[in-house]
């Protein structure tokens, strides 16, 4: 059974950059057709996408998020990451890894996801 | 930007049906999808392909799509179907690759 771990810290203070590592367990990261992604979920409001990576290291972002983040893939860790720069108040969030079940350009419904991770920004 | 657009919330009483939409202007060209969250959880999948259901889904889900409009239908709600839906899908430009809409609260009463 595929799972996925969120690790990080959860509190990152204003103008910082967020870290988030996925780790991947009972599959491969490198396995063709999947993509991995992040999304994420402020308290009390609903979800948004991130971004996606698929093994090779290409990457899909949120045009809205694009300019401050970057995601990365470690396939020899089995893990993909996530940077998000100049951190705010606004960017307080349960944060997901996840996987997409196909290319995301198809699109492609995300069917594994992990438990989430919040992360709070404040000084 | 692109936006899904759902109702805030659904309220229905048990046994009856739930009707959730999601509107967008490429829904006619993007599939959707559609995800349950309940509280402190992460979502789960239960439509793909617009009316598609995976294995383990209850039958009483489904989904349809009209136009601009695709529709997660909840017949015979149950007091565990109560949680948050969102729908998800993409604009047809290729810049939006993966969108949700704001979600439905279904309320069972």
């Known amino acids: 059974q595929l799972q996925l771990q969120e690790s990080g810290p959860g509190l990152v203070k204003p103008s910082e950059t967020l870290s988030l590592t996925c780790t991947v367990s009972g599959g491969s990261i490198s396995s063709s057709s999947y993509y991995w992604g992040w999304i994420r979920q402020p308290p009390g409001k609903g979800l948004e996408w991130i971004g996606s990576?698929?093994?090779?290291?290409?990457?899909y972002y949120n045009p809205s998020l694009k300019s401050r983040v970057t995601i990365s893939v470690d396939t020899s860790k089995n893990q993909f990451s996530l940077k998000l720069s100049s951190v705010t108040a606004a960017d307080t969030a349960v944060y997901y890894c996840a996987r997409h079940s196909g290319p995301v350009a198809a699109p492609s419904p995300i069917d594994y996801w992990g438990q989430g991770t919040l992360v709070t920004v404040s000084s | 930007s692109y936006e899904l657009t759902q109702p805030p919330s659904v309220s229905v009483s048990p046994g009856q049906t739930a009707r959730i939409t999601c509107s967008g202007d490429?829904?006619?060209?993007?599939?959707a999808y559609w995800y349950q969250q309940k509280p402190g959880q992460a979502p789960v999948l239960v439509i793909y392909k617009d009316s598609e259901r995976p294995s383990g889904i209850p039958e009483r889900f489904s989904g349809s799509s009209s136009g601009t409009t695709v529709t997660l239908t909840i017949s015979g709600v149950q007091a565990e179907d109560e949680a948050d839906y969102y729908c998800?899908?993409?604009?047809?430009?290729?810049?939006?690759?993966?969108?949700f809409g704001g979600g439905t609260k279904l309320t069972v009463l």
């Open positions: 998800q899908s993409a604009d047809s430009s290729g810049t939006y690759r993966v969108v």
């Open positions: 490429a829904l006619p060209k993007q599939y």
């Open positions: 990576i698929y093994y090779s290291g290409s990457t």
